[in-house]
C-alpha cells in the first residue's frame, strides 16, 4: 500500500473520541512503528513507511505489527495488533 494508506480507524476500534488522542498526547511505540504513523486529528492509523511483508515476516504466517498506542492523563496503554496480508497482483494475464 503507499504511503498514507489507511490501515484502519483506530480512535473508533478502541472506543476512543478523537479529542481525548489529541488531549492525551497520543503516541504509537513497538519495534516495527516506523511502518505506521497515527493521526490524532482523525484518529486513524496511516501507512507511514512501504511495508515489504517477506522482508518482515519472511514465510511466517500469519504476519503481524505489534505495537502499543499511549495517552496521558489518565495514563492509558492499548495494544494493537496489525495483520499482514500480501496482495499480488497480476500483471499479465492470469490464469
Avoid: W
Avoid at 505489534?66 to 497482483?89: A, C, G, K, N
Wanted: proline content about 3%; aromatic content about 4%; some cysteine.
Amino acid at each position: 500500500m503507499p504511503r498514507g494508506s489507511l490501515v484502519g480507524n483506530i480512535a473508533q476500534d478502541l472506543g476512543l473520541d478523537v479529542k481525548r488522542l489529541k488531549a492525551g498526547k497520543a503516541r504509537i511505540y513497538g519495534d516495527n512503528a516506523e511502518f505506521i504513523e497515527l493521526n490524532k486529528e482523525r484518529g486513524v492509523l496511516l501507512v507511514k513507511e512501504r511495508i515489504d511483508r517477506e522482508a518482515l515476516c519472511a514465510q511466517t504466517t500469519p504476519c503481524a505489527l505489534h505495537l502499543q498506542i499511549t495517552l496521558e492523563d489518565p495514563i492509558e496503554l492499548f495494544t494493537v495488533t496489525l495483520r499482514m496480508v500480501e496482495i499480488l497482483s497480476c500483471r499479465e494475464q492470469c490464469v
